[in-house]
């Protein structure tokens, strides 16, 4: 098994895992800590495919974890995003480098913001009671499958 297969293997794996992420989101809202662990956990297979697996690449991408995960703790505490999604956005964080990371969370606000009009829109047509509850892990996965995309699709990535 060659190195690139490596790569294909973990992407596919982390494009499963979002996948079960956008089911479990739509359906209950809930983000399940068994598919973060798992997409966690693929992380250093990728690092390995990519040629980051290094004491400074793990170092940078624990580092960008940390980072984002305590960014959007703020808006946890705020009220503004799930600990599901905070926990998603972390462990997805572990994936990609600085710019990576950084289209991560743009991406992820762009989607939701789409998604966020689409689930008032419900709420209001359905003359729903309660607050509106957003599926924001479909947009942080969405955002994800841009990113995966990316590596793929625009050659000068």
């Not at 170092?59 to 703790?73: D, K, P, S, V």
């Not at 990371?101 to 991406?107: I, S």
């Amino acid at each position: 098994m060659d190195i690139y297969q490596l790569e294909l293997i973990s992407l596919t794996g982390l494009a499963l895992a979002l996948l079960v992420s956008i089911y479990t989101d739509l359906k209950s809202r809930m983000l399940y800590d068994k598919v973060n662990i798992f997409i966690a956990l693929l992380a250093p297979l990728f690092w390995y495919a990519t040629h980051t697996f290094t004491l400074q690449g793990v170092g940078l991408h624990l580092l960008f974890a940390i980072c984002t995960f305590f960014f959007f703790a703020i808006f946890f505490a705020l009220g503004q995003m799930g600990g599901g999604d905070v926990k998603l956005l972390t462990v997805m964080a572990l994936w990609f480098d600085f710019q990576g990371v950084f289209n991560l969370a743009f991406y992820s606000a762009i989607f939701g913001a789409v998604i966020t009009i689409m689930a008032w829109a419900y709420h209001k047509i359905k003359k729903l009671d309660g607050k509106v509850r957003v599926p924001y892990g479909v947009a942080i996965a969405i955002a994800g499958f841009s990113i995966i995309g990316e590596r793929f699709f625009n050659p000068f990535s």
